[in-house]
């Protein structure tokens, strides 16, 4: 029974408990319910002379007019390798080399282009020399070709008249006179025949004289026999073949006039040119070694002023090669801005403008600039000019002056700035939240609350806007509360 009575107990305590936990575990959920409350937004604003300001901030970097560019823009050269050059941030003189290039491969094709401009000039004085000759026997040249033709068409008529006629008629005459020989030895021979047989001469002598004149017409014999042989060749084949070369000769000299008449001055019109060549590439030529010679002393670059070695060129405000070097070999590019000489004075600031602030900005402006290197360093600047169109997508541009004061930190090109320019400012201004104001067509209204109670719909005159706010100024004065919400008809 009394263990009974003490379980009992036990249960009794453990039921409060739970119950307490419980309790405390509502009242923690409701806990929340007590908790303080996020202030109501005002619905009101009370119109009283304010500070109203346009204001354009703005990142910008900063600049000098001051920048001598190391350009190199050969004539004749194209391969710049570098040898030494100055590292970025090297301050320096004026004269000072600042950076050089191997001079090897020129100074070969200088030599090379000097040795060949040596073999131009006799080859030149050669050309004159045939050129001037040529001048003087042109007449001639043209002469003799005329007078080759007229020879060449005289021994045609005269080989045609005379000559041919001659060779014929010699021909015939040649194997008559043969055969006319022949039978007067051969009638000789019969006469000697006859008179021996009726003298007394000795057997002896009579052989001798009868074997001679027996030889005789022999000879006679093949006298015309070769006189038929050579009439023959001179009516068959000589005389047809003169025939075709007399022709041929004076057909060729004819030719050979109209030829001589086209050849003769077009060769000497082609000396001339020939000249003319040669004196236009040898001026080019000597051209172009004074040009390979001023690319040569172009290699040595020293410092047009006294300043500090950059990088590469300066593209509005930026440096793309701010903190690279030219190392040895390196290859340059013509036309490439390889470094600058910089002077940091007279510095401006370039600042790129957001459309969305393009309204807050306005030339004249006073402005604020602010070195993001040197935060507490606040420098008097005005807005010089603005671009007339976007330079980059959805940005305008601004140059500020800026006024460095003497004991300023140093400030060099290419550092970043931040720029506040107030466009516009008014210490006594009325001005109402953007939230405030309403339009219908081309009108602009608020509401504003009246002492009895309840509101008026007031037509207003907006001016500038800034920062959520609106000047007005027109419609409302000081004291007048307006209603930042639509009230609820």
Not at 57 to 84: C, M, N, S, Y
Request: aromatic residues 4%.
């Amino acid at each position: 029974m009394r263990r009974r009575t003490m379980a009992g107990g036990l249960l009794v305590v453990l039921v409060a408990l739970a119950a307490r936990h419980a309790g405390a575990g509502e009242a923690a959920k409701e806990a929340p319910k007590d908790a303080p409350k996020e202030a109501p937004k005002p619905t009101t604003h009370t119109v009283k002379p304010e500070l109203f300001k346009v204001e354009a901030q703005l990142k910008g970097v900063f600049e000098t007019p001051h920048v001598a560019e190391v350009v190199f823009r050969p004539e004749a050269w194209a391969e710049l390798t570098v040898l030494e050059a100055a590292a970025p941030g090297t301050p320096v003189k004026k004269g000072d080399v600042i950076l050089s290039l191997d001079p090897q491969k020129i100074d070969e094709a200088i030599k090379d282009a000097e040795a060949a401009l040596a073999q131009m000039d006799p080859a030149l004085k050669v050309a004159l020399e045939e050129l001037a000759a040529a001048e003087k026997t042109l007449a001639m040249d043209l002469a003799a070709a005329e007078r080759a033709k007229q020879y060449a068409d005289e021994d045609l008529q005269r080989y045609t008249e005379t000559d041919r006629p001659m060779a014929v008629k010699q021909a015939h005459v040649a194997v008559q006179n043969a055969t006319n020989y022949l039978e007067y030895e051969t009638e000789e021979l019969r006469q000697l025949e006859k008179m021996y047989k009726a003298d007394d001469l000795t057997e002896e002598t009579e052989e001798i004289i009868l074997k001679r004149q027996r030889d005789t017409v022999e000879r006679a014999k093949f006298a015309l026999e070769l006189a038929k042989q050579k009439s023959d060749q001179t009516l068959r084949i000589e005389l047809p073949r003169q025939d075709i070369a007399t022709k041929e000769s004076a057909t060729r000299q004819a030719v050979g006039l109209v030829k001589a008449k086209v050849a003769i001055p077009a060769s000497l019109t082609k000396k001339r040119l020939d000249v003319e060549k040669g004196k236009t590439d040898q001026a080019k030529a000597a051209e172009r070694l004074a040009k390979m010679k001023k690319d040569r002393e172009a290699m040595v670059v020293k410092a047009p002023c006294d300043g500090v070695v950059y990088m590469g060129g300066c593209v509005r405000g930026a440096w793309p090669r701010l903190g690279q070097t030219l190392e040895r070999g390196a290859q340059l590019k013509p036309h490439d801005v390889v470094m600058s000489v910089v002077v940091a004075k007279d510095l401006f600031v370039r600042a790129a403008v957001p459309e969305e602030q393009l309204e807050r900005v306005a030339p004249g402006g006073e402005a604020e600039v602010v070195p993001v290197g040197f935060p507490s360093t606040k420098l008097a600047a005005s807005l010089d000019s603005l671009s007339p169109v976007p330079v980059t997508p959805g940005n305008f541009e601004a140059k500020f002056r800026v006024t460095v004061p003497p004991g300023a930190p140093p400030l060099v090109p290419g550092m970043n700035a931040n720029v506040k320019l107030t466009s516009y400012e008014k210490r006594d201004a009325l001005a109402v939240p953007v939230a405030a104001l309403a339009t219908e067509g081309e009108a602009t209204f608020v509401w504003v609350q009246k002492a009895e109670g309840g509101s008026e719909k007031r037509a207003v005159t907006v001016g500038r806007r800034s920062d959520g706010k609106a000047e007005i100024t027109k419609g409302l004065s000081a004291g007048d509360v307006v209603l930042l919400e639509r009230p609820e008809k």
